[in-house]
């Protein structure tokens, strides 16, 4: 059973940047495609990125390309999400998943393990 911790949401000005850290520990994240999602109150679970098991293969959602990079280091068992140029609308729960089946979809089903949560906040 993988368990996923997310770590460095915050309170962030517009136009700020911040790094979140998705550790993992029982088991290894270099067998699941990794990916991040966010969710707004309200609103439904939304594809942030994704990232593929070697990190060769990425895929973002809308308006996140140029402003949010994900990164992985299978070493450390640590997934990121660089996020530049926040907005208020970036305001959301940020999770990380899991997928073993090694894809990188950009919905909530085939993610076998999630994370419970950083929330990031951006003031105007």
């Keep these: 059973q993988v368990q996923l911790v997310e770590s460095g949401g915050g309170l962030v000005q517009a ?5 979140l850290s998705c550790a993992a520990s029982g088991g290894t994240i270099s067998t699941f495609s990794m990916g991040w999602f966010r969710q707004a109150p309200g609103k ?12 060769g293969s990425r895929n973002y959602g809308d ?3 140029g402003r949010f990079t994900i990164s992985r280091d299978n070493a450390k068992n640590t997934v990121y999400l660089q996020m530049s140029s926040l907005r208020p609308d970036d305001t959301a729960v940020y999770y990380c998943a899991a997928d073993h089946g090694g894809g990188l979809v950009p919905a909530p089903y085939p993610y076998d393990y999630w ?3 950083t929330q990031v906040t951006v003031s105007s």
């Design 15 to 19: 136009g700020g940047s911040l790094r």
């Design 63 to 65: 308006s996140k390309t």
């Design 44 to 55: 439904e679970r939304e594809f942030v990125a994704a990232i593929s098991r070697s990190g």
């Design 115 to 117: 994370g419970q949560g």
